[in-house]
């Protein structure tokens, strides 16, 4: 694939130490440009169903041609997985079957990461970490709105409830922010079987250390410790420059990353 980086990628998924079911599924697709972390929810062999669903569509995507075409692929996926997790879970009588997703898309110097539900991704830039997405919780609103602070939000008794998920409306409802990538940027991907557990500040510093299969399996260890009461799963993707191409930093950044909401279906 033509582009600016090259990547290395680490991934883990774990049941924890809980659940007798995992129902998160991972993607790591580096020759394509696309990785994901879908966190599956309704039980009783929904939510695995549901999480799987996004990975076996996503995993049909090839290669393209630009940013644009890439996420086209995947947009027209994502839509056909929602309307397919809605019809079953209409055929078997479950109110819901459905999935959280958060994926990042990187063709040339140019990333993406789109999300839904209450997975995250996360950006290491020079030694800083930011949240690139942001959740779509209840919990989240009330801060958003002024009602609750962080600390008060740890304790919310409703703070597990997500407000979107794919397979709960009728169109897939997306958020994306998109900008451009850096050579020595480190991306990562989590459901919140591992924000539940770890604070941002832990999150950050494992995630600094080490290849990222090291930084995935450090974040798991901890979560472990700490008692892991739902599933958790970790993309963590370095993009390191390509010298056959054209460097990355040689490129104009944009003046800073967009947002928006993108309802499909």
């Not at 929904?46 to 940013?67: C, F, N």
């Not at 078997?92 to 991704?121: E, F, K, M, N």
């Not at 970790?234 to 420059?241: L, M, P």
């Not at 930093?249 to 928006?260: E, K, Q, T």
Request: net charge negative; hydrophobic share 45%; proline share 2%.
């Amino acid at each position: 694939m033509p582009g600016a980086f090259t990547f290395q990628t680490g991934a883990a998924t774990h049941v924890g130490q809980v659940r007798k079911l995992n129902e998160d599924s991972v993607l790591a697709r580096p020759e394509i440009g696309l990785w994901v972390v879908a966190d599956g929810m309704g039980g009783h062999g929904g939510g695995d169903v549901a999480s799987q669903a996004v990975v076996k569509a996503l995993a049909t995507l090839g290669a393209t041609d630009s940013a644009t075409e890439l996420l086209d692929g995947f947009e027209a996926r994502i839509a056909e997985v929602n309307g397919d997790l809605r019809a079953l879970a209409r055929s078997r009588g479950a109110s819901i079957i459905g999935t959280t997703l958060a994926a990042l898309l990187i063709h040339g110097p140019h990333y993406a990461c789109v999300w839904c539900g209450d997975s995250r991704a996360y950006l290491l830039r020079e030694g800083a970490m930011t949240q690139l997405s942001r959740d779509h919780s209840e919990v989240q609103d009330l801060i958003d709105r002024g009602i609750l602070d962080a600390e008060e939000a740890k304790a919310w008794p409703r703070r597990n409830i997500i407000t979107r998920a794919l397979g709960v409306a009728e169109r897939a409802d997306l958020e994306i922010i998109d900008g451009r990538a850096h050579g020595g940027d480190r991306f990562l991907l989590c459901s919140d079987g591992l924000t539940n557990h770890l604070s941002d500040a832990e999150i950050a510093a494992l995630l600094a250390a080490g290849a990222p299969q090291t930084a995935c399996d450090a974040l798991v260890a901890l979560t472990l410790q700490r008692g892991a009461s739902d599933n958790v799963s970790i993309v963590v993707v370095d993009c390191e420059a390509d010298m056959r191409t054209v460097r990355a930093d040689r490129l104009p950044s944009h003046a800073g990353a967009v947002v928006a909401d993108r309802g499909i279906g």
